[in-house]
């Protein structure tokens, strides 16, 4: 039962340039949305969230956008960095209910 | 930065034995949940707890599993028989709210069953 998915195991970008990693979801009920962001041997680190009632939230050098219509949330990291290669988490939520978690995107930033 | 702390970061139990999985959630959190991931696999939710109750579970979370809050700052799970399946990270989290804040996650019990 896959509710949220990461299609994209794994994302190799250059240093300075942009980083999308991808999120899809299939139930409609979910209304709160969340990236985490995971180094080997820790655990899930939260990053940035989004609420069902915006279509964009921002933080730095991270911004979350949301296409209900789409079920689709998407991460943008800019400039990219080394040290955010890490594996990346998307996760969403009917409030008051369990998080679920997609399988994870393995983003190598490249100097 | 407040944090939630896990103990013991790896524990091997023999095949039918207890264990019992220990976690620190931050000091002004009231949420408190349970997660695993099985090796290659996604995070999956266990458990989450409120008011010294069960507010939710999982499938997963079956009479193998208990939760327990036994005094004002450690939260623990209990598996009481072990499985093979068992063998898994243990994620503990927790919250200020439920929904529409995020969780916090501790670094993980790595659990092994031989």
């Known amino acids: 039962d896959q509710q949220v998915k990461q299609n994209s195991p794994s994302l190799s970008v250059q240093e300075g340039r942009i980083s999308i990693l991808n999120c899809d979801y299939t139930?409609?009920?979910?209304?709160?949305f969340l990236w985490y962001k995971k180094y080997p041997a820790e655990g899930p680190t939260f990053l940035i969230s989004?609420?069902?009632?915006?279509d964009k939230n921002e933080d730095g050098r991270f911004t979350v956008f949301l296409n209900k219509s789409a079920k689709h949330l998407s991460l943008h990291i800019v400039p990219s960095q080394p040290g955010d290669s890490a594996v990346y988490f998307c996760?969403?939520?009917?409030?008051?209910?369990?998080?679920?978690f997609g399988k994870g995107t393995s983003l190598l930033v490249t100097p | 930065e407040p944090e939630v702390t896990q103990t013991p970061s790896h524990q091997v139990t023999q095949m039918g034995q207890e264990v019992i999985l220990r976690c620190v959630p931050i000091?002004?959190?009231?949420?408190f949940y349970w997660y695993r991931q099985i090796l290659g696999q996604k995070v999956e939710f266990l458990v989450s707890?409120?008011?010294?109750?069960?507010?939710?579970k999982s499938e997963i979370f079956d009479d193998q599993f208990s939760v327990e809050r036994p005094d004002g700052s450690n939260f623990t799970l209990k598996i009481r028989s072990t499985k093979l399946e068992d063998s898994a990270m243990y994620f503990c989290?927790?919250?200020?709210?439920?929904?529409?804040?995020?969780?916090?996650f501790g670094d993980g019990t790595r659990l092994s069953i031989l």
């Open positions: 989290a927790s919250s200020t709210d439920r929904g529409n804040q995020p969780q916090h």
């Open positions: 139930n409609s009920m979910f209304d709160y």
């Open positions: 989004i609420s069902s009632i915006k």
């Open positions: 996760a969403a939520e009917k409030t008051g209910y369990a998080l679920n």
């Open positions: 000091s002004n959190h009231l949420y």
């Open positions: 707890f409120y008011n010294n109750e069960i507010s939710e």
